[in-house]
Antibody, heavy 119, light 107 residues
Framework: EVQLVQSGAEVKKPGESLKISCRGS????????IGWVRQMPGKGLEWMGI????????TYSPSFKGQVTISADKSISTAYLQWSSLKASDTAMYYC????????????WGQGTLVTVSS | DIQMTQSPFSLSASVGDRVTITCRAS??????LGWYQQKSGKAPKRLIY???SLQSGVPSRFSGSGSGTEFTLTISSLQPEDFATYYC?????????FGQGTKLEIK
């Protein structure tokens, strides 16, 4: 069974750093692109960026480039999303998702990680 | 970048109704569009891929159509479990982009 399991909820202060994770199982992790999607409270889905763990090739949405870093450790089938200095506006649910080969949309999703940034 | 305009923003309907949701792309995207359902507090779930292909396990009352710049998701006979928010996602190029979402509520 394909699974993407994300790390747990985080509560951070503005200016702090954070790295959340997404571990894949039930498929060959290095053969699929893994993307990240933001959902701010009460709002819609926003595509942030994507990584190919096989070679760490990464593409970002212009809206998120320079604001976050996407990385992966293929040895443990895990993708990451990190911030070096959080802002209150980073408060959101973050989902990872697997991109379907040859089609290009997302066919499997993680359960989400809620990030709360508050002083 | 490709912009997706989804309508309506919200929709009130009754069990048994037929409903249609539309997504328009700012430029042609062939059939590179998927539809997702999101229930409150849950991750999105794929319903339709490649504009009109039904995801395995999804009821046949859901259907998708369209190509180029205009796409529709139709639910032929609403069931109580269908009340949720629906999103389209274009995957014709990077960055990908979602529609703004349509919240389907019980009348």
């Amino acid at each position: 069974e394909v699974q993407l399991v994300q790390s747990g909820a985080e509560v951070k202060k503005p200016g702090e750093s954070l790295k959340i994770s997404c571990r894949g199982s039930g498929f060959t992790f290095t053969n699929y692109w893994i993307g990240w999607v933001r959902q701010m409270p009460g709002k819609g889905l926003e595509w942030m960026g994507i990584i190919y763990p096989g070679d760490s090739d990464t593409t970002y949405s212009p809206s998120f480039k320079g604001q976050v870093t996407i990385s992966a450790d293929k040895s443990i089938s895990t993708a990451y999303l990190q911030w070096s200095s959080l802002k209150a506006s980073d408060t959101a649910m973050y989902y990872c998702a697997r991109q379907t080969p040859f089609i290009g949309d997302f066919d499997s999703w993680g359960q989400g990680t809620l990030v709360t940034v508050s002083s | 970048d490709i912009q997706m305009t989804q309508s309506p923003f919200s929709l009130s309907a009754s069990v048994g109704d037929r409903v249609t949701i539309t997504c328009r792309a700012s430029q042609g995207i062939s059939n590179d569009l998927g539809w997702y359902q999101q229930k409150s507090g849950k991750a999105p779930k794929r319903l339709i891929y490649a504009a009109s292909s039904l995801q395995s396990g999804v009821p046949s009352r859901f259907s998708g159509s369209g190509s180029g710049t205009e796409f529709t998701l139709t639910i032929s006979s609403l069931q109580p479990e269908d009340f949720a928010t629906y999103y389209c996602l274009q995957h014709n190029g990077y960055p990908r982009s979602f529609g703004q979402g349509t919240k389907l509520e019980i009348k």
